[in-house]
T-cell receptor, first 118, second 114 residues
């Protein structure tokens, strides 16, 4: 079935450092990747949409210089949290539409990354 | 603007009892609707989806949902809840006129009493 592999699953970093989160589509081509952020006990909020070969589209209020998104290939999208601060601590999840076992308009989610900034 | 509302933040049901989780949406066109389940610290698992056709949709784990256009609702149901169903449930609408992103409801946390 369609799988999006997200790594790391958990990361702790020091304030001021950068962290990269990767999402790979394993058996399908993901021309689009959605990046969500989820605070404890809250819903998923879309941060940005990455498209292979073009600049990412950020939602209102999301700092594009802080959350760098790169969609280098049809199977890899990355989110880099730059100069992380404790308020960036959250659960980050990626999602790609489609997939070999998903009919049109299905989505496949990564397993999420728990980021803790200390 | 498109939106999804899940009126119940937390629901507790007894094991074996029936369950209904409510979801209302606001969307200008024909919606694509989804229900996802999330266990603590985990990603999302698709329970079921509605695109068109039969308004009663069957999903995994014994869940079903009914699309009611007149009420702008897509409520999730299960006739008999199991303790393993305790989790967070999210309703979402696919905003195809906004690049295909999913708009999520606030989520409903389900607790199951023995």
């Amino acid at each position: 079935g369609a799988v999006v592999s997200q790594h790391p699953s958990r990361v702790i970093c020091k304030s001021g450092t950068s962290v990269k989160i990767e999402c790979r589509s394993l058996d399908f081509q993901a021309t689009t990747m959605f990046w969500y952020r989820q605070f404890p006990k809250q819903s998923l909020m879309l941060m940005a949409t990455s498209n292979e070969g073009s600049k990412a589209t950020y939602e209102q209020g999301v700092e594009k210089d802080k959350f760098l998104i790169n969609h280098a290939s049809l199977t890899l999208s990355t989110l880099t949290v730059t100069s992380a601060h404790p308020e960036d601590s959250s659960f980050y999840i990626c999602s790609a539409p489609g997939g070999s076992s998903a009919p049109n308009y299905g989505y496949t989610f990564g397993s999420g990354t728990r980021l803790t900034v200390v | 603007a498109q939106s999804v509302t899940q009126p119940d933040i937390h629901i507790t049901v007894s094991e074996g009892a029936s369950l209904e989780l409510r979801c209302n949406y606001s969307y200008g066109a024909t919606p694509y609707l989804f229900w996802y389940v999330q266990s603590p610290g985990q990603g999302l698992q698709l329970l079921l989806k509605y695109f068109s056709g039969d308004t009663l949709v069957q999903g995994i784990k014994g869940f079903e949902a009914e699309f009611k256009r007149s009420q702008s609702s897509f409520n999730l149901r299960k006739p008999s809840v199991h303790w393993s169903d305790a989790a967070e449930y999210f309703c979402a609408v696919g905003a195809w006129n906004q690049g295909g992103k999913l708009i999520f409801g606030q989520g409903t946390e389900l607790s199951v009493k023995p």
